[in-house]
């Protein structure tokens, strides 16, 4: 088992950052590809990021690009997203997730472990 605790979320006014921490426990870490998702209200949950198992690689939903950044301490078992230029449109609470797979995937039914989300709203 896999557990996964998400912080960092809070209320922020369109143009600002946040920095979503994501602490993973339960196996070695380094073995887990993870990712962000969101969901915003009324919506489907959507794939944000997603990076490997060393953090070489980094995949972004296009929305995001550029203004967010996907990370890893692989060993502080820790799983970091850093979102700058924030909108209101990325009003939504922020999912942690991983994988039991050595590429990420960018959707969420590949994904084995989910944290409990954590609520950002970007306000305008």
């Known amino acids: 088992q896999v557990q996964l605790v998400e912080s960092g979320g809070g209320l922020v006014q369109a143009g600002g950052s946040l920095r979503l921490s994501c602490a993973a426990s339960?196996?070695?870490?380094?073995?887990?590809?993870m990712g962000w998702f969101r969901r915003a209200p009324g919506k489907e949950r959507e794939f944000v990021a997603a990076?490997?198992?060393?953090?070489?690689?980094?995949y972004y939903t296009d929305s995001v690009k550029g203004r967010f950044t996907i990370s890893r301490d692989n060993a502080k078992n820790a799983l970091y997203l850093q979102m700058n230029s924030l909108k209101p449109e990325d009003t939504a609470v922020y999912y942690c997730?991983?994988?039991?797979?050595?590429?990420?995937?960018?959707?969420?039914?590949?994904?084995?472990?989910w944290g409990q989300g954590t609520q950002v709203t970007v306000s305008s």
């Open positions: 997730a991983a994988e039991l797979s050595v590429v990420p995937g960018n959707v969420d039914y590949e994904y084995n472990y």
């Open positions: 339960g196996r070695t870490f380094s073995s887990l590809a």
């Open positions: 990076i490997s198992l060393t953090g070489r690689r980094t």
